[in-house]
């Protein structure tokens, strides 16, 4: 594993901001991290999943960059214990899987982003840079959102029910945030997609849907007759405190 420290980006005394790189391909891997080195941030590299894991949870990154197909551990596999110790560093998937199906287990299992490989580096730094500043304005202080037994800490990205922590991935926690900052508010599924998944995104509604379902099964006390995560008919969804 390698580490290098170039420039700052979290402000006057800052550290720079650690991207961790997960990438089997040699070239590939230390193209990025030059790339990133010289545009001011500190990176860490793996080769493999083993070794990724070990980075993601030793080296604290504040990103990571992350293959799917690896040796040892995969992507998905290092993706869910991250979720599953709930640990919500924003995660970028870098891949040759590039169906919709393969796109939406990656965001289903918790990854922030995805974009598939061959891709544009602009376009890789552009994503990443617009993950990091989420992030910084997640860290800035925000309130948490309550409703019912359910809490929402914005800073660091936990819910918890009736003050016990429930494991979110990173894109229920993002459409729980989005209906939760505007109460009463319908959502198109449309909306939802282009807000939370973004605007190239070739999922469809039913992938809404299925994170919807997902939410209430994890958050409503019936699910079948939900109290607080509810659909308009002919619409989406909105949130009820």
């Keep these: 594993m390698e580490s290098q420290r170039r420039g700052n980006h979290g402000g006057p005394g800052a550290s720079p901001e ?3 790189i ?3 391909d040699r070239s590939l891997r230390d193209g990025l991290a030059m790339n990133f080195q010289l545009r001011g941030y500190q990176v860490l590299t793996a080769a493999d999943g083993d070794e990724g894991l070990r980075a993601a949870f030793d080296g604290r990154p504040d990103l ?24 919500q560093v924003p995660v970028l998937i870098l891949s040759a899987r590039s169906t919709t199906e393969q796109k939406i287990e990656g965001l289903a299992t918790g990854a922030d982003d995805y974009l598939s490989k061959p891709f544009e580096l602009s376009e890789l730094l552009a994503r990443v840079e617009a993950m ?3 992030q910084r304005a997640l860290e800035g202080g925000l309130p948490s959102i309550t409703f019912g037994d359910i809490e929402i800490d914005q800073r660091h990205r936990r819910v918890t029910l009736s003050g016990e922590p429930v494991p979110l991935s990173a894109k229920e926690f993002e459409l729980l945030l989005l209906l ?15 807000r939370v998944w ?9 992938t809404v849907n299925n994170f919807v379902l997902s939410l209430r099964r994890k958050l ?6 939900p109290r607080h995560i509810l659909t308009v008919r ?3 969804y909105k949130l009820e405190p």
């Design 64 to 87: 990571i960059i992350l293959d799917i197909m690896l040796p040892g551990a995969s992507g998905l596999e290092i993706l869910g214990e991250l979720r599953e110790r709930e640990e």
């Design 220 to 225: 409503e006390r019936d699910p079948a007759s």
């Design 180 to 194: 939760a900052r505007s109460p009463g508010k319908p959502f198109t599924r449309e909306a939802i997609l282009d």
């Design 198 to 206: 973004g605007w190239d995104f070739s999922g469809t509604a039913r």
């Design 132 to 134: 990091l500043r989420r």
């Design 22 to 24: 997960v990438e089997d």
């Design 234 to 236: 002919q619409v989406g």
């Design 18 to 20: 650690k991207i961790l």
